[in-house]
């Protein structure tokens, strides 16, 4: 049962700094767990969550510029990347993508480059183990049984970041589950630069907004 639901919230009171309990919602996160956030605001004064927040608000704020006196965003998420690693002097990045993300990983590594960061990258199949050997049933082989099907790797991607050492590392593309993978077994932070829907042209949110996708996608 549903205990938290921001989701359906109708007055978003804590982003306006207006939130008092004759307000609230009755599934409002700052009603029910008032010592969570108590413990919270403590713990966000602690150095090893000033230095990632504090440098995380920087970033936001100087992706907008002014336009006619409006906030306009000027960086995309990968501009937003290369600075918040140049701000928190975290300048090794281990990339990991998928096989059908090659193109956008090649230039992904050029634009860090040219920004003097340390690039590492992993191929989601790197180690080109068969399927069969990881125990994936023939039957789910996307090209059909009996083809030979590299499995994809995410274990492998995170234990060569950490080998490495890498301070930061990019998901391109990987699988759903597979990121999960990817993003439990590593040493270092992860952030997401392009998240795989096949469907979409890694755009998930454009589903949402579908109304085609809506009907074949979206029925329970
Ligand atoms: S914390 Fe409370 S006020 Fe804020 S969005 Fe969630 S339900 Fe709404």
């Given at each position: 049962?549903?205990?938290?639901?921001?989701?359906?919230?109708?007055?978003?009171?804590?982003?306006?700094?207006?939130?008092?309990?004759?307000?609230?919602?009755?599934?409002?996160?700052?009603?029910?767990?008032?010592?969570?956030?108590?413990?919270?605001?403590?713990?966000?004064?602690?150095?090893?969550?000033?230095?990632?927040?504090?440098?995380?608000?920087?970033?936001?704020?100087?992706?907008?510029?002014?336009?006619?006196?409006?906030?306009?965003?000027?960086?995309?998420?990968?501009?937003?990347?290369?600075?918040?690693?140049?701000?928190?002097?975290?300048?090794?990045?281990?990339?990991?993508?998928?096989?059908?993300?090659?193109?956008?990983?090649?230039?992904?590594?050029?634009?860090?480059?040219?920004?003097?960061?340390?690039?590492?990258?992993?191929?989601?199949?790197?180690?080109?183990?068969?399927?069969?050997?990881?125990?994936?049933?023939?039957?789910?082989?996307?090209?059909?049984?009996?083809?030979?099907?590299?499995?994809?790797?995410?274990?492998?991607?995170a234990?060569?970041f950490n080998?490495?050492g890498t301070?930061?590392n990019?998901?391109?593309?990987?699988?759903?589950?597979?990121?999960?993978?990817?993003?439990?077994h590593c040493d270092a932070?992860?952030?997401?630069?392009?998240?795989?829907?096949?469907?979409?042209?890694?755009?998930?949110?454009?589903?949402?907004?579908?109304?085609?996708?809506?009907?074949?996608?979206?029925?329970?």
């Amino acid at each position: 049962m549903s205990t938290l639901r921001c989701d359906k919230c109708s007055g978003y009171y804590c982003f306006a700094g207006n939130w008092d309990e004759s307000k609230a919602p009755e599934n409002c996160p700052m009603l029910l767990y008032p010592e969570v956030f108590a413990c919270a605001r403590d713990r966000s004064l602690e150095e090893k969550v000033r230095e990632l927040n504090v440098p995380a608000a920087m970033v936001e704020k100087e992706g907008f510029a002014k336009i006619d006196g409006k906030n306009a965003p000027c960086y995309p998420r990968i501009r937003e990347i290369v600075e918040f690693a140049k701000k928190t002097g975290r300048t090794h990045i281990g990339l990991a993508f998928c096989k059908s993300s090659s193109s956008e990983a090649k230039m992904i590594g050029e634009i860090f480059d040219s920004f003097g960061l340390d690039v590492d990258a992993v191929l989601c199949k790197c180690g080109g183990i068969s399927k069969n050997e990881v125990g994936i049933p023939e039957e789910y082989k996307v090209r059909g049984a009996g083809a030979f099907e590299a499995s994809c790797n995410p274990v492998t991607q995170a234990e060569l970041f950490n080998k490495l050492g890498t301070d930061i590392n990019v998901l391109v593309g990987l699988c759903l589950g597979h990121d999960m993978l990817f993003i439990k077994h590593c040493d270092a932070l992860v952030t997401t630069l392009i998240v795989k829907d096949k469907v979409t042209g890694n755009n998930p949110q454009a589903a949402l907004y579908n109304i085609f996708a809506k009907r074949a996608y979206f029925k329970p």
